[in-house]
């Protein structure tokens, strides 16, 4: 029977970091349509002001954390709430399909549910949707299918 991995950008709780690798905000440089991203987080948030100034101070801020802040900046263009997660795939598939090492660790977490552990977000986070570790898995099965 599959086990739970829980995984964020912090290690508390029960996320002890061993999984940290899943979190959105690790360190793992990537190439998106000829631009490179330090993290998941700077690609995710800079997709929603594509087009203008903001999205590349976003995609070259220094942490994940001020790239969050600086896409709250601004609205979301309307058609989000459909091509958020797209967005978040193109990101890890880029992200662990780049990175073997990291797709291995991927790899390595075999059929376990996987849990983004956020104390507070409804979408993505385990205490809603849990979108976060659904589209993990989706990843998972992807790489293991050209295994």
Request: glycine share 6%.
């Amino acid at each position: 029977m599959p086990a739970d991995i829980y995984f964020y950008e912090r290690t508390k709780g029960r996320t002890n970091g061993r999984y940290r690798f899943l979190s959105n905000f690790y360190k793992a440089m990537m190439i998106i349509d000829n631009k490179e991203y330090a993290t998941v987080e700077h690609y995710f948030q800079s997709v929603k002001h594509a087009g203008t100034e903001l999205e590349e101070k976003i995609r070259l801020a220094s942490t994940p954390l001020k790239a969050k802040e600086l896409a709250w900046t601004s609205e979301l263009p309307p058609d989000w709430p459909e091509i958020k997660e797209d967005v978040m795939l193109t990101a890890l598939r880029a992200k662990f399909g780049r990175h073997s090492r990291l797709g291995a660790k991927i790899l390595a977490t075999g059929n376990d549910c996987l849990h983004e552990d956020s104390p507070t977000d409804m979408y993505w986070g385990v205490k809603g949707l849990d979108r976060s570790g659904k589209l993990l898995m989706i990843v998972r099965d992807e790489l293991r299918e050209v295994q």
